[in-house]
């Protein structure tokens, strides 16, 4: 009996451990330094309709507890994402992924989610709305309710998978925003993405990321995202999935008792490479200290308990 | 790239600002060009360096101290234990040239260093350039392995001027180079002549090509510094101006 065994959306994973977009490339890389098979699910690099370069340098600042970044969405575009990048991590990890979608006005989310329909690879679509809403006047879709329960709505209808709505932290009410999710039809919620964060590098007296600000994640946003973990999962009763600074075990119980039913690892991934496999190893050691026999039994199973 | 646990050997300072560091234990496949990231306390990312000089047991790492973490690296004790990823990104190419010079400004000196040990056959001509005399070191070392140029800014030191100038007012006998500097210095030099190959610097998030932090522009695409290079042939990288 697999003591991590988890179920999310009606798949049965071995274990809540899943890397978070734009973390874990797309995924096959990492198979150089573990067997990526041990993961849960793997969550791929943003996605955009068409090919995407991002910002120019620098996009990386580092913080006392963190880091900001700017990549920008830096990607192939979906048709190179489904020819190239799903083809090579198929060789290396067996079970099928999550897509992240990025997009930057309705008809790109839309599009971009019509295209994973038929690609085996993909077993749910996540949608990343903190980028910017350029038709809309440039504020990101996932600061205002009414955009995001129109979006949900809009990909739902074509999209024949599972969909994931990644909530932006960078709003005042959270639950406003899980709310309007679920109402759109959302199958799960994740969250949070990074808060936007700045640096000044005291020698330019200038922003140290080429755009100024970007987005920041890491060890500091860790209460931030519990917080928002248990108040969202007490609002809805789609199940969400909870990032943000988890860097161990305990923290992804810490997560798992504030209503995650499964975890994302982001920004620890980029400091230590084997950060998952260590996380998923340590796991039962954790269960074990505080007499849980399985991680199952940690998931909240309705919204009010 | 391998996760190794590398033992302070050595730690000693050659100017104002500039240390050697020398670490022990499984250092087995770093070639000259390649860098490591090492995990410092107190320090949210790891910080990369170049492969001054390597064998199977042991890497030496040339740095400046520039802020918080290399300024931590100068209390590291002889004994301590650090948290290295060794073996990253690709290195020179040897085999290229007859006759090569090697190009180093600045912190840039570092990987040329098993570089210039490595090519010594080709006894190669080597410059260096410094901001002042203050900052010239390790040129009994470089001379060992070639004909050694030492340029400062200030003209405190061997010849006023930039690498690049100096390339520029004499005519060195070379068909391929091999530098390391500055962005300015390897922008400048590019447009001069594309006959060699580059090391490039990034503030990286991962180093190991998981983020997309160091994506520059190239004639053929999108590279990571982290990944691709930090070596890249001369006229492969697009300058942003
Ligand atoms: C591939 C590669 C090889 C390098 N090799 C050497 C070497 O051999 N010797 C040496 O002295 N230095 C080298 N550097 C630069 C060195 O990594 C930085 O000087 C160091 O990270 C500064 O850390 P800090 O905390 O002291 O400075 P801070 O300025 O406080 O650092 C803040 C952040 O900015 C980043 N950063 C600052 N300066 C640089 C820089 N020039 N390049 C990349 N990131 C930077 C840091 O990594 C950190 O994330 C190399 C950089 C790269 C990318
Ligand atoms: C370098 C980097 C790139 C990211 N790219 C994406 C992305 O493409 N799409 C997305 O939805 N989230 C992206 N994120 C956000 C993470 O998936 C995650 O939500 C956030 O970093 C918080 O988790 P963490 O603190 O564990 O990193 C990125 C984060 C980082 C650090
Ligand atoms: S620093 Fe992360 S990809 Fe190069």
Known sequence: ?305 | MKNVFLVVEQNIQLTHDFYKLVLRGDCAGNMAGMFVNIKLDGFSLRRPFGIADSDDHTITLLYKVVGGATKYMTSLMAGAIIDVLTCLGNGFDLNQGRKPLLIGGGTGIAPLYKLAKQLNEKKPDIILGFRSARDVCLTDEFSQFGKLHITTDDGSLGIKGTVVSYLISKKLDYDYYYACGPIVMLQALTKLTQNGEVSLEARFGCGFGACMGCSIKTVTGYKRVCKEGPVFSAGEVIFSE
């Open chain 1, 1 to 305: 009996m697999n003591r991590l065994e988890a179920e999310l959306l009606g798949r049965k994973l071995k274990n809540p451990i899943i890397p978070a977009s734009g973390t874990f490339g797309f995924g096959y890389e990492f198979s150089e330094y573990y067997d990526i098979n041990i993961l849960g699910s793997i969550a791929l690099k943003g996605t955009t309709l068409m090919p995407r370069y991002g910002n120019p340098l620098p996009r990386i600042a580092e913080c006392p507890a963190g880091m900001i970044n700017a990549i920008g969405l830096q990607n192939p575009g979906a048709e190179q994402v489904i020819s190239t990048e799903l083809t090579k991590l198929k060789k290396v990890y067996n079970e099928p992924v999550i897509i992240n979608i990025g997009g930057h006005s309705f008809n790109d989310y839309i599009e971009t989610s019509k295209m994973f329909n038929d690609v085996d690879s993909i077993w749910a679509v996540e949608l990343n709305i903190s980028c910017p809403n350029v038709t809309g006047g440039g504020m990101a879709f996932g600061t205002d309710p009414k955009t995001i329960k129109k979006l949900t709505e809009c990909v739902k209808k074509v999209l024949k998978k599972p969909l994931i709505v990644k909530l932006s932290p960078n709003v005042t009410c959270i639950q406003d925003m899980a709310i309007a999710a679920e109402e759109g039809g959302a199958d799960c919620i994740s969250l949070i993405n990074t808060l936007v964060g700045m640096r000044i590098d005291l020698k330019t007296r200038k922003p140290i990321i080429s755009v100024k600000s970007g987005g920041y994640s890491g060890p500091g946003v860790f209460p931030v995202a519990i917080r928002m973990i248990y108040e969202t999962s007490r609002c809805v009763k789609i199940p969400v999935i909870g990032m943000g600074g988890i860097t161990n075990a305990r923290e992804v119980l810490e997560a798992m008792y504030a209503g995650a039913s499964a975890v994302m690892i982001g920004t620890q991934n980029l400091v230590d490479p084997f950060a998952c496999k260590k996380i998923i190893e340590d796991l039962p050691m954790v269960l074990d200290e505080f007499s849980i026999e399985n991680i199952s039994s940690v998931i909240r199973r309705n919204a009010n308990a």
